[in-house]
């Protein structure tokens, strides 16, 4: 793996954040008066941009979208936040790239004010560079927005950047960048999900992804 710049998604890619953004979800829909009891069926909500998903998922209009996306927030920054975990062997991954010389970056679709937050308290935000994020009023939450405006204010060039991810907004973002794209398996992404948007690598668990950098 020759890329010097790797850019990481954050939730399902390097964090478990199951717990807290389904319970969020379950909360602003009980806030809007929709029972939710089942936490799984809300897993879809783990990746994509939260505004769109409420409207495709409930047919929401855009106000009554972020009046729960609104409500969400009002639960994950006090609660959410912290409901989730770093996945085993991560920090290993990234102690190695780092003693390889690599320049590591976080471009997630959720508020950066968020992700740099996750990323202090469960100590891993050391590793990065520069933690890019979207910004509250929505901007960004594209990640074909939020890849482009990483490598134009970093100065990346494509060819020498690896975007890693687990669901196919990652891997659309990085094809459109024109960016190589590593798909991931251990996250929330189905295997058909994944290879319908043909990533350059995929690598089903976290372990086949640590060997590629050493191999």
């Known amino acids: 793996m020759h890329?010097?710049?790797i850019l990481f998604d954050l939730d399902g890619t390097l964090t478990d954040?199951?717990?807290g953004i389904t319970r969020s979800v379950?909360?602003?829909l009980a806030q809007l008066g929709i029972v939710e009891p089942d936490l799984q069926a809300l897993e879809h909500f783990i990746g994509p941009p939260l505004l769109q998903c409420f409207m495709q998922?409930?047919?929401?209009?855009?106000?009554t979208a972020w009046r729960a996306v609104g409500h969400y927030r009002?639960?994950?920054?006090?609660?959410?936040?912290?409901?989730?975990?770093l996945f085993d062997g991560v920090g290993e991954l990234l102690e190695l790239l780092l003693t390889q010389q690599r320049t590591l970056y976080i471009a997630t679709s959720k508020p950066a004010v968020f992700a740099v937050e996750i990323a202090r308290?469960?100590?891993?935000?050391?590793?990065f560079k520069v933690i890019?994020?979207?910004e509250l009023d929505g901007t960004r939450t594209d990640k074909v927005e939020l890849i482009g405006h990483?490598?134009?204010?970093e100065g990346l060039s494509a060819n020498s950047t690896l975007m890693i991810g687990d669901r196919k907004h990652d891997l659309i973002g990085a094809r459109r960048n024109g960016l190589d794209a590593a798909a991931v398996g251990y996250g929330f992404g189905s295997h058909e999900e994944l290879q319908a948007e043909a990533p350059t690598y995929h690598f089903a668990s976290l372990a086949e992804l640590h060997r590629a950098f050493i191999d």
């Open 3 to 5: 890329y010097q710049h």
């Open 57 to 63: 998922t409930y047919g929401f209009d855009e106000a």
């Open 121 to 127: 308290h469960f100590d891993f935000a050391r590793h």
């Open 150 to 153: 990483l490598l134009e204010r």
């Open 17 to 19: 954040p199951r717990e």
């Open 132 to 134: 890019y994020g979207s």
């Open 74 to 85: 009002e639960r994950f920054r006090e609660v959410g936040l912290y409901e989730n975990r």
């Open 26 to 28: 379950q909360h602003a």
